[in-house]
């Protein structure tokens, strides 16, 4: 059954967060319009004017005006056509979806439960059994495996009876390709886009982002080629479904980096991995102002800590001491250990781990601050 929200008489702006908008003002307003309808029970999305037949977009049949607002009903909701299906949309008048929808979640949560029943039981049923962990609610696990891995459009906007769509004009483009990111950004002379340690020659219309590492591109067109710090992509720059499709072989090869990247976030801060050997490993870690990690101890490690910056409070086998800028600790295997930030600037420390595991789950949670059970990694 539909459940009924806290503050469910306000209405909701869902926005991509991949999105860019030319006039603020106006997209404004635009929200203003989509909210009225919203009010009276409609879920709304902007449509755009498309300039080329693409299939990375919904397409949207608008309908005739409602009350005399910009505001159409939705006569038909595709997603996803193919480009020879683009191009006879287009020539009918179609929008693109912008993938930004106006609605209370009232007339929301009612309509997934129209369409998709087993979704919104198991979604109510994730909150209902949610736990707080600090500022965050944290969903039950269990109850959220059941849901469907369905966009919005699929679930609802194809089926539901109360969709409309409001025509806008406020600059919208969608930055959900490399290619996009090219055609948005200043380029040189002979139009490449160029970010970070980059250096180029006798190469064209290419798009070459680094984090760290100095890249060189020679005689090259058309390429996609970005470095970060743990991984290099390098792709046909117009080819907008290459990462999508390499995803699935990435997390079956290294799915550490697939899911988690270089840097791992943590509430107490983050850790990064440096350097990793069979019986050693360094990382790089901070930790913010207040943050400290679980009370703990390791069956197959020890460590060794180098603060870099700020001074770390660490509980050592019940004594405490604080460890300063250029000075170390050891923590023995076995020893029950934390690292505390009691200062107003980041901790940063460089940590050296030697044994025969070194993986994360080696890690007896004792007491954490942050309610996170003895499975989840420090």
């Keep these: 059954m539909a459940r009924k929200l806290h503050g469910s008489e306000v209405i909701i702006v869902v926005v991509a967060a991949d999105h860019m908008i030319d006039n603020p003002d106006v997209f404004s307003q635009a929200c203003k319009t989509a909210a009225e309808a919203a009010k009276n029970g409609l879920i709304v999305t902007f449509g755009i004017t498309p300039d080329h037949p693409s299939a990375a977009y919904g397409y949207l049949a608008p309908g005739p005006e409602i009350d005399g607002s910009e505001v159409r009903i939705l006569e038909r909701f595709v997603e996803k056509p193919d480009t020879q299906n683009a191009e006879i949309f287009i020539a009918q008048g179609y929008l693109w979806n912008s993938g930004n929808f106006v609605f209370s979640p009232d007339v929301l949560l009612q309509e997934y439960a129209k369409q998709d029943p ?42 539901t009876s109360l969709a409309a769509v409001l025509p806008v004009h406020f600059g919208w483009s969608d930055v959900g390709s490399w290619n996009s990111v090219w055609a948005l950004s200043p380029q040189d002379g002979q139009h490449n886009v160029l970010k970070g ?49 390499l995803v699935g072989k990435i997390r079956q090869t290294f799915p550490n980096i697939a899911e988690l990247g270089a840097r791992v976030h943590r509430p107490w801060g983050s850790y990064q991995s440096l350097d990793v050997g069979e019986r050693y490993q360094v990382k790089r870690i901070v930790v913010k102002p207040g943050g400290q990690l679980s009370l703990q101890k390791h069956h197959h490690r020890s460590e060794h800590w180098v603060v870099v910056r700020g001074t770390a409070k660490v509980t050592l ?62």
């Design 317 to 378: 086998d019940a004594v405490q001491r604080m460890v300063h800028e250029n000075e170390s600790i050891y923590i023995p295997i076995g020893a029950v250990h934390r690292l505390e930030n009691p200062g107003k600037i980041d901790i940063e420390l460089i940590e050296v781990q030697t044994g025969s595991y070194l993986g994360e789950d080696d890690i007896i949670r004792l007491e954490d601050v942050y309610n996170r059970n003895s499975e989840s990694t420090n």
């Design 197 to 245: 340690p980059v250096v180029l020659s006798d190469a064209r219309n290419n798009l070459v982002v680094s984090d760290k590492l100095l890249t060189a591109v020679v005689g090259v067109e058309d390429l996609a080629i970005i470095a970060t710090e743990d991984a290099v992509l390098v792709a046909k720059r117009e080819d907008a479904t290459a990462l999508k499709r």
């Design 118 to 159: 087993e979704t919104e039981m198991a979604a109510g049923e994730a909150v209902d059994n949610a736990t707080p962990d600090l500022n965050f609610l944290i969903l039950d696990d269990s109850a959220f495996s059941k849901t469907a891995a369905k966009s919005i459009d699929y679930a609802v906007m194809e089926k």
